[in-house]
């Protein structure tokens, strides 16, 4: 019996019957690892012995008759860019390229329980939609080795897709988690910003980052949500707001429920088979009693401008520290400041680069007010749009992509074309709302095909109920 293509939930039930034990299914994963990681490439570090290790002293657990939580003795990914003391986090970028942090990330230690398979692959310092931009090496879509997996949470996905691991974080600051599971025919989730803590994640943009799960149906998800979300005093943002048991959202029922159709969404550049793969959604909705109501977010033309000005202006002032001083790689020079140069000209990749400099610009002295500042209050009028929408409508149902994975290389010479590949989630983290992307279907090309569910703010039971109760009539 293979082990690696079942959910976490029916895992669970093997391992609490003692059907399978935790070192059988941990072998089975790194099995299948060996047999495709070279075709796929989802991982930077793999971490087998310590794996090893953890299943055994997990079987020993159950063997004294202890009960073991929901997650516990299964197989994760966790993207580079997530500290875990001991083991390197790269976030694929030359800089950090032997880094291993002093401690944990807050959601690695609430999923201590689970057993890492490894660090995932992603864009450069999560800069990216690809997962083209990691300075190590491409990852590949599990469905099609010829496409990339999305980005910049690419490995985290294809991780989950391919088998590599039964579920997996990402972390989400413009659609990093969404648009590689629209890619790769998973469950990706963005939660509240807020929701889930910071502490730990190393810092692209910081109003915008949020860590999120990656899982083969919602019901894992709405288990890696109960693990990973809740308060935590070491992250100034994190909200104190109660978190619900999202396993009680687990419901096949969606009468009365209003779900907008916002008409911006739908509009020239959008593929037709996505357009209609989502107004199917849509109609399927309707069918089992929920209201369907147009709606218009107005400011949505303008998500994209906006984010690519806050975005880089917030990664700016966070890549600053890579200095070649207090950590990270150091690249000799005649004096400091050639040394620093030397470092970041060296270290960084194109991308991250390219968004140091629009981000410095954008701040720089007689241009803050013309860009920065005008962003700043766009983005407040992109989320007023979110408020007055959601005085009429309990959900938001949109793509997750303009298209579906593209061929590697196709869009790598043009940067704006690839910035475009965010425009059906970006309003989400300039607003700070949870968002879902659940498969629904496949293109000609036998290509997975996502649609987004938005929510209220910490409203991620509403989503979960309704992402359930859709995935339930497949």
């Known amino acids: 019996m293979s082990l690696y293509d079942k959910t976490a939930h029916e895992l669970h039930e093997l391992l609490t019957t003692k059907k399978i034990s935790a070192a059988e299914l941990t072998a089975d994963i790194f099995n299948h690892v060996d047999a495709v990681e070279d075709k796929i490439g989802a991982y930077l570090t793999i971490t087998r012995d310590k794996a090893t290790a953890h299943a055994k002293l997990i079987d020993e657990k159950i063997s004294r008759g202890e009960k073991i939580s929901a997650l516990e003795g299964i197989p994760c990914a966790?993207?580079?860019?997530?500290?875990?003391?001991?083991?390197?986090?790269?976030?694929?970028?030359?800089?950090?390229?032997?880094?291993?942090?002093?401690?944990?990330?807050?959601?690695?230690?609430?999923?201590?329980?689970?057993?890492?398979?490894?660090?995932?692959?992603?864009?450069?310092?999560?800069?990216?939609?690809?997962?083209?931009?990691?300075?190590?090496?491409?990852?590949?879509?599990?469905?099609?080795?010829?496409?990339?997996?999305?980005?910049?949470?690419?490995?985290?996905?294809?991780?989950?897709?391919?088998?590599?691991?039964?579920?997996?974080?990402?972390?989400?600051?413009?659609?990093?988690?969404?648009?590689?599971?629209?890619?790769?025919?998973?469950?990706?989730?963005?939660?509240?910003?807020?929701?889930?803590?910071?502490?730990?994640?190393?810092?692209?943009?910081?109003?915008?980052?949020?860590?999120?799960?990656?899982?083969?149906?919602?019901?894992?998800?709405?288990?890696?949500?109960?693990?990973?979300?809740?308060?935590?005093?070491?992250?100034?943002?994190?909200?104190?707001?109660?978190?619900?048991?999202?396993?009680?959202?687990?419901?096949?029922?969606?009468?009365?429920?209003?779900?907008?159709?916002?008409?911006?969404?739908?509009?020239?550049?959008?593929?037709?088979?996505?357009?209609?793969?989502?107004?199917?959604?849509?109609?399927?909705?309707?069918?089992?009693?929920?209201?369907?109501?147009?709606?218009?977010?107005?400011?949505?033309?303008?998500?994209?401008?906006?984010?690519?000005?806050?975005?880089?202006?917030?990664?700016?002032?966070?890549?600053?520290?890579?200095?070649?001083?207090?950590?990270?790689?150091?690249?000799?020079?005649?004096?400091?400041?050639?040394?620093?140069?030397?470092?970041r000209t060296e270290k960084f990749g194109a991308e991250v680069k390219r968004r140091i400099m629009i981000g410095n610009y954008a701040l720089s002295a007689g241009y803050y007010d013309a860009y920065y500042l005008k962003a700043l209050k766009v983005r407040t009028l992109i989320q007023k749009d979110f408020i007055d929408a959601f005085e009429n409508v309990d959900l938001i149902l949109t793509p997750t992509t303009p298209n579906a994975a593209f061929k590697i290389g196709e869009m790598t010479a043009d940067p704006l074309k690839m910035y475009l590949q965010d425009i059906c989630t970006v309003p989400v983290n300039l607003a700070g709302l949870p968002g879902v992307s659940i498969p629904c279907g496949v293109t000609k090309n036998n290509l997975p095909i996502g649609f987004q569910l938005i929510g209220k703010a910490l409203d991620e039971a509403t989503i979960i109920k309704a992402a359930f109760t859709y995935e339930n009539t497949l």
Do not use: W
């Open 78 to 343: 966790i993207k580079d860019n997530i500290c875990t003391k001991g083991i390197k986090t790269t976030c694929a970028s030359k800089i950090l390229e032997n880094f291993v942090p002093p401690y944990d990330a807050t959601v690695y230690k609430k999923l201590s329980s689970s057993i890492l398979i490894g660090k995932a692959n992603m864009d450069e310092f999560a800069m990216g939609s690809s997962t083209e931009n990691s300075a190590y090496h491409t990852t590949h879509n599990p469905h099609d080795l010829e496409r990339v997996p999305g980005g910049s949470s690419g490995g985290s996905t294809a991780a989950v897709a391919g088998g590599e691991a039964i579920f997996s974080l990402g972390s989400d600051t413009g659609g990093s988690i969404r648009q590689p599971a629209s890619f790769c025919g998973v469950v990706g989730f963005k939660p509240t910003y807020g929701r889930v803590s910071r502490y730990g994640l190393v810092a692209f943009a910081s109003s915008l980052d949020q860590i999120g799960p990656i899982t083969r149906d919602v019901t894992d998800c709405a288990l890696v949500l109960n693990a990973i979300c809740g308060h935590d005093e070491m992250d100034s943002t994190s909200t104190a707001a109660p978190v619900p048991d999202f396993t009680k959202s687990l419901i096949a029922d969606v009468k009365g429920l209003k779900i907008g159709l916002p008409k911006e969404y739908f509009v020239k550049g959008i593929d037709p088979e996505i357009e209609t793969a989502v107004r199917n959604v849509a109609k399927k909705y309707e069918q089992l009693g929920a209201e369907i109501i147009e709606l218009s977010l107005p400011h949505t033309e303008y998500a994209i401008a906006t984010y690519y000005i806050i975005a880089p202006a917030e990664a700016a002032t966070n890549l600053e520290r890579y200095d070649g001083v207090s950590y990270g790689a150091r690249v000799d020079g005649a004096d400091v400041v050639e040394m620093m140069t030397n470092t």
